[in-house]
């Protein structure tokens, strides 16, 4: 006989819009059964624009890897539902406001009294206690709140991708992993608070380990370092060219690279970082001679790091770059291997699927649809299918 196929963890998915979704969609990508309940009209990212094939490319890279259930949870009946398939689940994950689905009789408390090895972990602008507690707080808010927007703009200017979301997004999975690890060890299960703004200050590190040890402030924004030199972007005959030299041999390196004699003003990094303005000059000068991409080879060849700033297409078809595609849809490569792979559900999509699985009978599923408290999307047979795509499109 052969073993049984271990059982999946289930995660009950509460999120919506991007940093819980973000965090759910990694999970699933890793083999967890995520099922996302939403409400009856869907996650509001399936509104965004721009669309493919009448389904926000919002939601679709943010909902790969999931079920969807929708549900009005504002019905007693919608929520006795959900609470009888939170009993089938290890996680639950949700970034409403502190409270909200406690209001709901969804909390942690309800749902651990019945279920003493859940694993509950909460997504939050400020936390769940004090002043800012119940306060919304999306990327743009907690960029700003964060610290992130005054270090990359005069003015202030947040990073293009949301990294408020995403970065509160990987804290969020390492909370589960980490729950998961405990439970094996105690069987009990542990609630965990992620506060988006804590998530913030971590990313700041040096910065903030500077201000709160030293007394020293950030310098005014710019693509330097303030540790290292040369160490920023430098204007090339036609574009731009990053290069990062860390320590005093990769110096060496570059200084090699573009024919300039030793300096012994410019041996150590400490020197580099005091003459910075002036170095940055002349490199500025000796790169606008010639174009990004010979440049590009040179100082390659000679070890030095670098890359050309590239806009987004040219980074997607990046040598190094890939993409996995699932029944017609696109996406870049995980960072880590995907385990599965399906498409984003239909809104409703497995609505009834879900029910019966937390143990509803038929009537009673059917009833909880014609009533209108459950949406019965399109239910489709879709096999978790892959391709791994090198750099210039997938196949």
Known sequence: MT??????????????VLAGPWATQILGDQGFDVLKIEALDGDETRRFLPLKDGTSVYFACTNRNKRSLAVDLRQPEGVAAVRALARTCDVVVENFRPGVLDRLGLGHDRLAAESPGLVYVSISAFGPDGPWAGRAGYDLVLQSAGGIAALTGDPPAKAGPSIADLAS??????????????????????????????VQHHLLAYYASAWLNAGVRPPPPSNAHPSIAPYNLYRCADGWLAVACANDALWEKLRGALGWEEDPDL????????????????LNDTFATAPVARWERTLADAGVPCSP????????????????????WVFPRPPLPARQLRPPPALGEHSAELLAEAGLTEPDIRRLVETGIV???????????????????SS
Do not use: N
């Open 3 to 16: 073993d049984p196929a271990p059982r999946r963890i289930r995660v009950l998915d509460f999120t919506r």
């Open 267 to 282: 041996a150590h990094i400490p020197d580099r970082v005091a003459r910075r303005d002036a170095l940055d000059a002349r």
């Open 169 to 198: 997004a990987q804290v969020a999975v390492q909370a589960v992993l980490f729950a998961l690890l405990d439970r094996v060890a105690t069987g009990r299960g542990r609630r965990v608070d992620v506060s988006m703004l804590d």
């Open 375 to 393: 949406y019965q999307g399109v239910s489709e047979t879709r096999p978790p299918t892959s391709k791994v795509a090198g750099a210039h499109g």
């Open 309 to 328: 700033v590239l806009d987004v297409p040219a980074s997607l078809a990046h040598p190094a770059a890939g993409q996995v595609s699932v029944d017609g």
